[in-house]
């Protein structure tokens, strides 16, 4: 499978932004989707993931409460809303996708999209 995110930019703080993550290729609706984060000079983290079912989500802590991953599996979509943003959410952000388990460890994710840039100024 092939993902592309989009939707980034520069926000205040306390404002949204929602991220997109267009899918094609293999079957997307099997897979597990996720976001990830990378922060200037820290490493990649993990921020939420959706099951295949849509039934299972899974937040980082850092983010319960002001974020919220969804998805559409008729269109191959994948969703990132985020509110209440914050200086700290400062990031590239990557969704991924995978069908092994463990949805919270990058390592188990085999299909990796460009990133986007979300950029929150105080």
């Known amino acids: 499978v092939q993902l592309q995110a989009f939707g980034g930019g520069l926000v205040r703080a306390g404002g949204s932004l929602r991220l997109s993550c267009a899918a094609s290729?293999?079957?997307?609706?099997?897979?597990?989707l996720a976001w990830f984060r990378r922060a200037p000079g820290k490493e990649r983290e993990f921020v939420a993931a959706i099951g295949y079912n849509l039934r299972s989500t899974w937040y980082a802590d850092s983010v319960k409460g002001r974020f919220e991953i969804s998805r559409e599996n008729a269109k191959n979509t994948g969703y990132l809303q985020m509110h209440s943003l914050k200086p700290e959410d400062t990031a590239v952000y990557y969704c991924?996708?995978?069908?092994?388990?463990?949805?919270?460890?990058?390592?188990?994710?085999?299909?990796w999209g460009q990133g986007t840039q979300v950029t929150v100024s105080s």
């Open positions: 290729g293999h079957s997307f609706r099997s897979y597990t």
């Open positions: 991924a996708a995978q069908n092994s388990g463990a949805p919270t460890l990058a390592s188990r994710y085999g299909y």
